[in-house]
């Protein structure tokens, strides 16, 4: 018989995968998208802002080799004649910080971004949040997630320990795990992360069965996700006194930040933040423009010491080389627009942010009304996106049946049952030191509710919902 | 005496920094920064597209909040009097493939990327290069080197090996060092990596001495950085035959396939690339809009098997999770104005591409008139944005003297002095496990020359600059 080929195997490619490809967790939330797509769902799953705050709702593009302007939609916005007028053009002079340029901006930039924008930025951290010590920086990253990514990857190794909230963004976990990063949660209260259980976590910990001493905190601090909470000043202090004890490094990631309610508007300063208690230079403080002004604009910007920003710009070099230069371009002539600093300080923050301070107010008292209060605890509410509902694990009927984990999953099943989706906390949970006992466990179960994107009578009917299946769940009357 | 708390010592952050970090290095490149600031300097330095041939010469966007459009200026377009006609508009139908839209673009998107467009892309890697097999996919990068890292992290670990051509891009040596991944050059000739010298590599490689077997050889086969070199299909066949027996991946980085020099321009069909070539899957394919369209885009796309294709997808979410919304938005606006496929591949290309021939052939003529023949050894250009050119230093005075190393830098330090730049071949060696003998060594030093960007007097004015030095050092008559 002739020497015959055989047909080829069809490739093995798990031999090539590396370790961080062979681990890769991915965002736990990403289970849930199947519920999303239930016809009829009424969501308070996901924190995206609605379109209707997009900065940008349309566009002309000028393009020589095809010698027209095309039009853009948005939202609301369908035919070039729904483009607001354009307004008289006057070029920014060499002091003025923001000059949006698409000569410079579509070419490449240096990886601390175009250097107008970052004269803006840094200025805008002056202003807001006045850093103590001098040598302090700011660069542009392509987004949090990007940002993110740069923080792990300069300061952290595989087997490395990073401290983060009791309850904590998936999407923070899943890189850490995938990065061999332990996370370890730090037990909070409706104030954030305690600062006692975190001396008493980094008092106690035991390299030989706890792994690496952590050397890092990364927090959410302002209208948390998932929490909602929003950190106060002495519960700042108090975490940074003890993160200098351990010489912890403090990330500070907060998209939130200008989305906090204030209790006189914009009259109130904002809840000092971490970098600007700093003495030291430990705060990485990461900003965003996703959840402020639209989430595709792929920027955001890090402020921390010279000498981490530097590492940090140069991890980027060889990953997003420089975000957008049509983002960096859109977003100066927007802040520009705006009117500058106090156009974004005085008017544009306090607008944003009470579309959802009205929102966070109008969920809280849809639960009110429609949740029996034997069923669910309902927070204060801070701002942000999302509110953080405990569930009264310890007045349900099974709770000497089942467990917490348990009840909490048959809460959120009745609920899909009902066409109203939350998210229950165990996707949020951060591996622990923390042993609960069964009443404690019962005491720490939540529902997040994202209330950014549902239309109004969206809400209330799926209040109502809730309300339908907390009541079926706690078996109480109507 | 009084117990007193001794002034804060300034933080050590040394202490926080990652192997990555720690063993960072930053592309090679960087120093020669300080060289392009001299005053007078004709560069041939950088591989940066010219402003001019941006797709966006100007844009204006409509700004809800501050109730009017702005305008946003670009290349050669200062004022709104210079925006081009808005033609009218007509919304894409469904089964458009482009569908620019703000209202999506600008929240967050699939971590694949925008699916209108990658529908494009998907239809515009079909025409262009037919792959052979069905199970292949296309996901959006912010750029190629944002695809490289998903490349390297998702298929490399510390301590792996990976073949690179012998002189490679030093925006893939640098983060491939980081990472800790060991890159091997594979020895060339003008028509790029040998596939008998591949094989041999392969065949004599012992772990025991030179690190893991390699499992991936990463090239840039078309007009390559810093070769600018084009690898003919026979070549790209005996490679790809020495991947399949040595099971290894091949990784396409290809920005500037469609700035080849074609036989008969756009009646000329592409050089097929390896995905075209590609039966098992074993081909990565890394596109980008960087040289094409503007490298600001920061978008790019990768085609691969979808196995492959999702594990690097996988690798963005928790990076740059989607592409910028604005670039999106702009890019497939271009693409539809351009007229879409046809339009891209029977009248962009072939515009795009001659303006780079035109600058290559222009630049080998001034080479011929002015660098004596004794001193250089002139390439036949391929298109694209480089040249590299042979320093004769076996005719060079100080060849017994001195090593070529020696000499090519000497080179390089008399035309600073005459103030024209262009980059010597050792910024780009890879390390290899070949020794050359002195007299290969001779006859393997060369200098990088970039035409993209000069106006075509400094081009002229630099070749005159070079032909002084070369007849200086090689102590030639004028």
């Known amino acids: 018989m002739p020497y015959m080929e055989e047909q080829a195997a069809p490739m093995d490619f798990t031999k090539y995968f590396s370790v961080e490809t062979v681990n890769r967790q991915r965002s736990a939330l990403k289970v849930l998208r199947p519920y999303f797509e239930i016809p009829g769902m009424v969501s308070f799953g996901t924190g995206i802002p609605h379109p209707s705050t997009f900065p940008v709702n349309a566009m002309t593009i000028s393009i020589p080799f095809a010698e027209k302007s095309v039009f853009i939609p948005g939202y609301n916005s369908l035919e070039p004649e729904s483009?607001?007028?354009l307004a008289p053009y006057t070029a920014p002079s060499k002091a003025e910080p923001l000059i949006p340029d698409l000569a410079d901006a579509l070419?490449?930039?240096?990886?601390?971004?175009?250097?107008?924008?970052?004269?803006?930025?840094?200025?805008?951290?002056k202003r807001i949040h006045a850093p103590k010590y001098d040598d302090w920086e700011v660069c542009l990253t392509a987004g949090n997630t990007d940002g993110t990514d740069a923080v792990l990857r300069t300061l952290c190794n595989r087997g490395d320990t990073m401290?983060?909230?009791?309850?904590?963004?998936?999407?923070?976990?899943?890189?850490?795990?995938?990065?061999?990063i332990n996370c370890v949660g730090v037990p909070m209260d409706t104030d954030g992360v305690?600062?006692?259980?975190?001396?008493?976590?980094?008092?106690?910990w035991d390299e030989a069965t706890q792994g690496r001493t952590p050397k890092l905190i990364l927090m959410v601090p302002t209208c948390s996700n998932p929490c909602g909470m929003t950190m106060s000043e002495q519960r700042k202090r108090d975490v940074y006194r003890v993160a200098q004890k351990w010489d912890l490094l403090i990330v500070e990631d907060d998209p939130y930040c200008f989305l906090q309610i204030r209790p006189n508007g914009a009259d109130s300063p904002i809840i000092p933040t971490f970098i600007s208690l700093d003495t030291d230079g430990r705060v990485i403080r990461i900003d965003s423009f996703s959840k402020i002004v639209a989430p595709g604009s792929r920027l955001g910007y890090i402020s921390a010491h010279k000498v981490l920003a530097e590492k940090l710009m140069n991890s980027r070099e060889s990953a997003t080389q420089c975000p957008s230069g049509f983002s960096v371009a859109a977003i100066s002539a927007?802040?520009?627009?705006?009117?500058?600093?106090?156009?974004?300080?005085?008017?544009?923050i306090p607008y944003i942010s009470d579309i959802y301070a009205k929102r966070c107010l109008?969920?809280?008292?849809?639960?009110?009304?429609?949740a029996p209060a034997s069923t669910i605890e309902i927070p204060k509410g801070s701002g942000g996106m999302f509110l953080w509902v405990r569930l009264k694990i310890e007045s349900h009927p099974d709770v000497n049946k089942?467990?917490?984990d348990e009840i909490e999953q048959s809460v959120f099943q009745t609920m899909i049952e009902d066409r109203v989706l939350c998210v229950p906390s165990v996707y949020f949970k951060a591996p622990s030191k923390t042993v609960l006992t069964r009443e404690e466990a019962a005491r720490n179960s939540y529902l997040r509710i994202s209330f950014a994107l549902p239309p109004p009578e969206e809400m209330e009917e799926g209040a109502k919902r809730?309300?339908?299946?907390?009541?079926?769940e706690w078996q109480v009357e109507a």
Do not use: C
């Open 362 to 370: 109008n969920m809280i008292s849809l639960l009110e009304r429609y």
């Open 107 to 125: 070419s490449y930039s240096a990886t601390y971004g175009a250097k107008h924008l970052l004269v803006w930025l840094k200025e805008s951290i």
């Open 334 to 348: 927007v802040l520009r627009a705006w009117g500058g600093h106090e156009g974004f300080e005085q008017k544009y």
């Open 194 to 204: 305690k600062a006692d259980a975190l001396d008493e976590l980094m008092e106690n």
């Open 402 to 404: 089942r467990s917490a």
């Open 83 to 85: 483009l607001l007028p």
């Open 163 to 180: 401290l983060v909230e009791e309850f904590a963004y998936p999407g923070l976990l899943s890189p850490a795990a995938t990065q061999g």
């Open 466 to 472: 809730m309300g339908k299946s907390l009541r079926k």
